[in-house]
């Protein structure tokens, strides 16, 4: 549908279906020009942020993630995106939902207040990507993905395991939160991977694992081969820390480690999984106060958009 106020298209735009180019230096910022709207009737897809980070280890920052992604993905969003042969916006009604609310006073009550805006939005029909935020996130959006799909696979690319514990069963933070993922049956491990990890780890908790060394020194293809043997049909829930890029490729995150994936690497690596039955997905730990000339949005952006399309290839097609 052809729209008559080619400016502002987070705001203006008359269908939630198309790509229609608007001028990159100008404009609201929504993620990839989609239309800003709580309204989820007839919606596929929405993209959300929550722009949380008190949960980091390390750096802080990733509060502004959602906002950096957004303003990166308008910088591509006048086309359809390369190199997938058709747009998934003519396949998929897709808002940009904005952000999560929670009060920043009040900690304790954040992990609610997240799987409160999730099951709002799953409640609907909707499938969620969600753009972060540090990576504690992943955990509340589990609870309300498994409570719809069950027990979940799960793909996760990261530097880090994430299944860290002192043994204390209360404490969570973003390097923790994948371990009481699986205790409570979130996940299953055994139908699930981690990808482009390297740091030490003496307890993988059931999760196979495909370290930076083996994902660098193998083809995409390989690595792509692995992963749907791994998962095959069941419910993938999708997450991707943009620390499991090399430095040189994502300086601005809150705990980058040296001899991650290339950027092109890990777009050939999802263009590979086309088939795979995803139900969410996540960008995360962008934090744009430590990037150089955006690179680093820039790539959340457009790996968002890979998983978008993974998601319109296996559910409108």
């Known amino acids: 549908m052809e729209n008559n106020n080619p400016t502002d298209q987070a705001i203006t735009r008359t269908s939630l279906y198309g790509t229609e180019a608007e001028s990159t230096y100008g404009g609201i910022t929504s993620f990839m020009r989609r239309r800003y709207s709580r309204d989820l009737q007839g919606v596929d897809l929405v993209i959300s942020g929550i722009p949380f980070d008190t949960a980091t280890s390390n750096r802080p920052g990733s509060r502004f993630g959602p906002r950096a992604i957004r303003e990166a993905s308008v910088q591509s969003a006048w086309a359809r995106h390369w190199p997938w042969e058709f747009d998934p916006f003519d396949l998929l009604a897709c808002v940009d939902y904005g952000d999560c609310h929670f009060d920043y006073g009040s900690p304790q009550d954040t992990p609610a207040a997240i799987k409160a805006h999730a099951d709002k939005i799953l409640g609907t029909g909707a499938a969620m990507l969600t753009l972060g935020g540090d990576h504690f996130i992943s955990y509340p959006l589990l609870q309300s993905h498994a409570e719809k799909h069950g027990a979940l696979s799960m793909i996760h690319f990261d530097a880090h395991h994430d299944t ?20 409570e049956g979130l996940i299953d491990p055994s139908r699930s991977i981690q990808i482009g990890q390297r740091m030490t780890n003496d307890d993988l908790m059931g999760f196979q694992v495909v370290d930076a060394r083996q994902a660098n020194t193998n083809s995409a293809e390989h690595i792509a081969r692995i992963i749907r043997e791994r998962v095959g049909d069941h419910p993938v829930y999708l997450t991707f820390d943009i620390d499991c890029l090399d430095p040189a490729f994502a300086p601005g995150t809150g705990t980058p480690v040296c001899g991650g994936l290339s950027t092109f690497h890990a777009f050939e690596i999802l263009r590979g999984l086309r088939g795979i039955n995803v139900i969410g997905m996540d960008v995360v730990e962008v934090a744009p106060a430590y990037d150089h000339a955006e690179i680093t949005a820039l790539a959340a952006s457009a790996l968002a958009m890979e998983m978008i399309c993974l998601y319109a290839a296996r559910h409108k097609f």
């Open 164 to 183: 860290e514990s002192d043994g204390d069963e209360k404490r969570i933070d973003h390097g923790s939160m994948f371990y009481h993922a699986v205790r």
